[in-house]
């Protein structure tokens, strides 16, 4: 019970916390390409830069979850939550 618990929770946090992390790291990306190169990005650039954003995100994401749904097991279910 408190392994289905724990994935069905962890998933569903990740999924929750991928799109504003992926917004995040995106614009922290953007800016970072216009300060070093002193100009905007075209369309392909912006897309390669929204795809390694979403790749970083979704590992972030889904390492925060599971570890955070791990605690929260071990806090409210003891021994289970191990």
Do not use: C, Q
């Amino acid at each position: 019970m408190y392994e289905l618990w724990y994935g069905i929770s962890s998933i569903v946090l990740g999924v929750a916390l991928f799109v504003p992390v992926r917004g995040i790291i995106y614009s922290m990306s953007y800016n970072r390409f216009v300060a070093k190169r002193k100009k905007h990005p075209t369309d392909d650039e912006a897309k390669a830069l929204k795809k390694r954003s979403g790749i970083v995100a979704g590992i972030i994401a889904v390492t925060f979850a599971f570890v955070f749904a791990k605690v929260i097991m071990f806090k409210y279910f003891g021994a289970a939550g191990r």
